[in-house]
């Protein structure tokens, strides 16, 4: 229940994130959603939103862990391994 | 003949690295910068006009500020090999001709994931502090 909670936070906080680097306010973060699924998501946007994510939850991420990642459900339990 | 900027590899930046540059902006410059940007505003060319507006005289552009923390982060910190991404500044107090100046860049943050720096930064005439904000910074590493 808990770890629900915080992943509700966490796509709660990913939203706010996503909807303002790809200046999208109907964009719909799921798990699912991959770069391929938006247009503004490009190698660039990439590194602004890996930094936003970082410096919003206060922690870091290796760039192996990062490029290993296949889609935003993936980050997500990422980020929240790191809470 | 061009000035070299530095070349700083990411294993050698740190947080808490810092890095500044002096500067002074005289007539001449701002009357150039002027007709670089286009911005004629009489706050910034006509000292009698800035002085009725409640200035000690012509105000030096803000954009002027911008461009010595251009030249900071391209010549100094990060470097030759950065590539300048973000930029938040706010304007606090006017800057004027032949006043001398400092802008400060201290690294607040380093991404290992993405190889970018953040950097946070302070424009100072003496103690006071004339504008202050963040950059973001791309490291193109070979």
Not at chain 1, 50 to 61: C, D, M, Q
């Amino acid at each position: 229940m808990e770890s629900g909670k915080n992943m509700a936070t966490i796509y709660t906080k990913l939203t706010e994130i996503f909807r303002d680097i790809f200046d999208d306010d109907n964009l719909l973060v799921t798990p699912e959603l991959t770069a391929a699924d938006v247009d503004e998501w490009d190698s660039l946007n990439h590194i602004r939103l890996v930094l936003s994510v970082e410096r919003a939850f206060s922690l870091t991420f290796s760039a192996a862990q990062v490029d290993r990642l296949k889609n935003v459900g993936e980050f997500a339990e990422l980020i929240g391994s790191k809470l | 003949m061009v000035p070299e900027s530095c070349a700083v590899a990411w294993n050698e930046l740190h947080e808490g690295a810092t890095a500044s540059v002096d500067f002074v902006i005289s007539e001449e410059e701002l009357r150039q910068f002027a007709v670089l940007s286009g911005d004629f505003n009489p706050l910034h060319v006509d000292s009698d006009f800035a002085r009725s507006k409640g200035f000690d005289g012509a105000v030096v552009h803000g954009a002027l500020l911008v461009a010595k923390v251009s030249q900071l982060i391209g010549m100094r910190l990060p470097g030759r090999d950065s590539v300048w991404t973000g930029l938040s500044l706010q304007f606090r107090q006017p800057l004027y001709v032949g006043r001398a100046a400092r802008v400060d860049a201290v690294i607040d943050r380093l991404s290992a994931a993405t190889g970018m720096v953040v950097l946070k930064l302070k424009v100072r005439t003496g103690d006071i502090l004339l504008a202050k904000g963040e950059a973001e910074v791309l490291l193109v590493q070979p």
